[in-house]
């Protein structure tokens, strides 16, 4: 049974278009958080929601736009597609905001 | 922004080497945990340490942390295969969030 799931891992698509990403975590975990990890593998905060809040929005550009429809959920939502968005998006939960992360296997998106 | 420095960040040794990677930062960290990231999976943490000073082993791997919480390594005695990955530090910082190092990607030759 998989602790913290996201869809798709895979995601090829175009310049300009919209996608999202879903995250869904059954740890019963009260935070959430999506990742970035580039190329050169260093994996940076996006966003951390805590119990469906926004805690944390780092300097990401506004067409990424988290959802939170309730705790067990994070999902990502990108407009306008950009080469360099191209990266492994991963979620993760925690039982408190500075705990143990629970990762899921990233979805991997590429931007053509 | 606080920062953590892993080193180095790329490492390719045969199985049965020892080996230590160092994650260094100026910031006091309240605690400091280390994750493994197999090829095509998310990080897996492995050990947190809390206490200044504090050592850890699990299995051929032994964790510890600076006296004063800004730095830590990670050596791992006669290493084998099933080690590749990457190795991710990430410090508990004020404001809500684990902040991680660059990583250290590790490959073991047979």
């Known amino acids: 049974d998989t602790a913290v799931s996201q869809t798709p891992k895979y995601l090829v698509t175009q310049m300009g278009n919209d996608k999202s990403i879903k995250c869904e975590q059954n740890?019963?975990?009260?935070?959430m958080y999506w990742y970035k990890q580039d190329s050169k593998k260093f994996l940076k905060i996006m966003f951390s929601?805590?119990?469906?809040?926004?805690?944390i929005n780092e300097t990401v550009p506004n067409r990424f736009s988290p959802k939170s429809p309730d705790k067990a959920h994070l999902n990502l939502h990108i407009n306008s597609l950009e080469l360099g968005d191209s990266a492994v998006y991963f979620c993760?939960?925690?039982?408190?905001?500075?705990?143990?992360?629970?990762f899921g296997q990233g979805t991997r998106l590429t931007v053509v | 922004t606080q920062l953590l420095e892993q080193s180095p960040q790329f490492l390719s040794i045969q199985e049965g080497e020892n080996l230590t990677v160092y994650c260094n930062s100026s910031?006091?960290?309240?605690?400091l945990q280390w994750y493994r990231q197999e090829p095509g999976e998310g990080p897996v943490l492995l050990v947190t340490?809390?206490?200044?000073?504090e050592v850890k082993k699990l299995k051929r791997l032994t964790f510890q942390f600076g006296d004063a919480r800004k730095d830590s390594s990670l050596h791992i005695t006669a290493d084998k295969k099933d080690n590749t990955g990457i190795y991710l530090c990430?410090?508990?910082?004020?404001?809500?969030?684990?902040?991680f190092g660059e990583g250290t990607q590790l490959t073991v030759n047979p």
């Open positions: 910031s006091v960290f309240s605690s």
């Open positions: 740890l019963g975990h009260d935070t």
């Open positions: 340490v809390v206490t200044g000073g």
């Open positions: 990430a410090g508990d910082t004020s404001g809500s969030r684990l902040t």
């Open positions: 993760a939960s925690s039982q408190v905001s500075r705990g143990e992360a629970f």
């Open positions: 929601y805590n119990n469906k809040e926004l805690i």
